[in-house]
Nanobody, 115 residues
Framework: QVQLVESGGGLVESGGSLRLSCAASGLTFSTHAISWYRQAPGKEREVVAIISISGRTNYAESVKGRFTISRDNAKNTVDLQMNSLKGEDTAVYLC?????????WGQGTQVTVSS
């Protein structure tokens, strides 16, 4: 059974930092691209950052220069370092693993940025 478990969310002041982690089990982690999405209340789910199986990264324009995604295939984890957080970063952050037609979602972790 595939599981993606996010952790590291919480309440932080504007300008602060958080580090999210996604721990995967039940899949061949190194063969899956991993993405972080977020969904704020009343808004559509949006992709925040993606890391390919080769380690190539892409970011949403709104987080470029502030967020960094990284993966550790030995530990089956993907982290999202979030710096200079803003109120508009408040959302549930979800981990997403994909390979060809396979895809899996985590349950999400809440990030709240107070202004």
């Amino acid at each position: 059974q595939v599981q993606l478990v996010e952790s590291g969310g919480g309440l932080v002041e504007s300008g602060g930092s958080l580090r999210l982690s996604c721990a995967a089990s039940g899949l061949t982690f190194s063969t899956h691209a991993i993405s972080w999405y977020r969904q704020a209340p009343g808004k559509e789910r949006e992709v925040v950052a993606i890391i390919s199986i080769s380690g190539r990264t892409n970011y949403a324009e709104s987080v470029k220069g502030r967020f960094t995604i990284s993966r550790d295939n030995a530990k089956n984890t993907v982290d999202l370092q979030m710096n200079s957080l803003k109120g508009e970063d408040t959302a549930v952050y979800l981990c997403f693993a994909s390979r060809w037609t396979e895809s899996y979602w985590g349950q999400g972790t809440q990030v709240t940025v107070s202004s």
